[in-house]
């Protein structure tokens, strides 16, 4: 049986997270017992709820534990397998973590889902046809409902959920504004995502700035908003939300690292009527497939052409997460491991 390297949660973080965090480690793994099936994982994926578990406080998740393997979704083959419903060379999405290999007992149900690479390349099942893509599917559809014509704006436009959330509203005949950070990103989500507008937000480091571009970009207002984001970007969209304005409250990033994000003027909920509604995908499994069949269709008929930062191998791991933290991807963040 292979080596197997491994990255571990080694410390919490104090305020900001670092790489001494995580500790690369090897260890054996184990010979296969019956039910069980060796995953070799070709991407592991990064997402900014890791942050979340790295803290040992109250969350809608247990904490991520001390000297584990660090837990997260992974694409890759199966290399052995002692479960008749799984044979060698097959495609499976799971949830490996930042390991190189993975022992699963495939008996149980929803740990190991086949994949078909036909029209869709391995490493989207981690970001536009997987987890990533059905959160803004999740937040389009179930919470923000929109009618043709209205206006949307999400924040982190360019990620793999924003990117996702982008192409899900365009096919409702929707008006898209995304939000996101340098001329490079703002390009690719006007250009390559195709949505109407994209605001810079470093170009507009404060609410009263942000909330004029914004109201630039959405000269109907605001029907819908997929906050990703929290922040003086939050005050700004509600100072210009239309009456019964929808809001999926998906993330805040900004504050993930401890940031305080205070609300500026919470009255605008009252003054303009508006729903706000926070949500986890995972707490949602009936939809995800429907969703990951839209999302699935988007991709392969190129539709939905989702970017991705590719880091090379576990060692790099601890890098591309915290680059992932402060906007250094470009695209959904994974790591290369074959
Ligand atoms: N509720 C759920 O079930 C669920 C599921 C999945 C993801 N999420 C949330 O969805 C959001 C996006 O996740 P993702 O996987 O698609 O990540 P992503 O957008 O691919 O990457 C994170 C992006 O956040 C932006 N960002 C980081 N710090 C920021 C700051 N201080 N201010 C503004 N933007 C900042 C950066 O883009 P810029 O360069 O544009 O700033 C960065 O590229 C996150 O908040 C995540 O926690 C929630």
Not at 317 to 324: I, K, Q, R, S, T
Request: net charge neutral; charged share 20%; aromatic share 8%.
């Amino acid at each position: 049986m292979p080596a197997n390297k491994q990255q571990l949660l080694d410390n919490r973080p104090e305020g900001e997270a670092v790489t001494s965090n995580f500790k690369l480690a090897t260890a054996q793994t184990p010979e296969l017992k019956d039910n069980q099936v060796l995953v070799r994982h070709h991407y592991l994926s990064l997402d900014p709820y890791m942050r979340g578990r790295m803290n040992d406080s109250k969350s809608y998740a247990q904490p991520q534990p001390l000297g584990q393997v660090m837990q997260g979704g992974t694409v890759g083959e199966i290399v052995e397998s002692r479960n008749p419903k799984f044979a060698v060379g097959e495609k499976v999405v799971g949830f490996g973590g930042w390991q190189e290999y993975s022992v699963v007992d495939a008996s149980q149900p929803g740990v190991l889902r086949k994949v078909d690479t036909t029209h869709v390349p391995l490493s989207h099942y981690l970001g536009a046809v997987g987890m990533p893509g059905v959160t803004a599917w999740y937040g389009l559809v179930k919470i923000i409902a929109p009618k043709e014509g209205e206006t949307l704006v999400v924040s982190a436009a360019s990620g793999a959920v924003g990117s996702a959330f982008g192409a899900l509203a365009k096919a409702r005949g929707c008006r898209v504004v995304g939000i996101a950070g340098g001329p490079d990103k703002c390009k690719y989500v006007v250009d390559e995502l195709g949505f109407d507008a994209c605001i810079d937000y470093r170009q507009h480091p404060d609410a009263k700035s942000m909330s004029q571009a914004l109201k630039e970009a959405c000269p109907q207002g605001i029907d819908g908003y997929f906050e990703n984001v929290g922040g003086y970007i939050l005050d700004a969209v509600l100072s210009r939300m239309n009456a019964f304005g929808r809001i999926a409250l998906c993330g805040m990033i900004a504050g993930y690292d401890g940031q305080p994000l205070p609300l500026a003027n919470p009255s605008l909920f009252l003054i303009s009527r508006l729903k706000l509604e926070g949500f986890i995908v995972s707490e949602h499994m009936e939809v995800w497939p429907e969703a990951l069949k839209e999302l699935g269709t988007l991709v392969a008929t190129g539709k939905l052409r989702p970017r991705e930062s590719i880091a090379q191998g576990i060692e790099s791991a601890p890098e591309a997460f915290l680059g992932l933290l402060k906007g250094r991807n470009f695209g959904k963040q994974l790591v290369k491991l074959v």
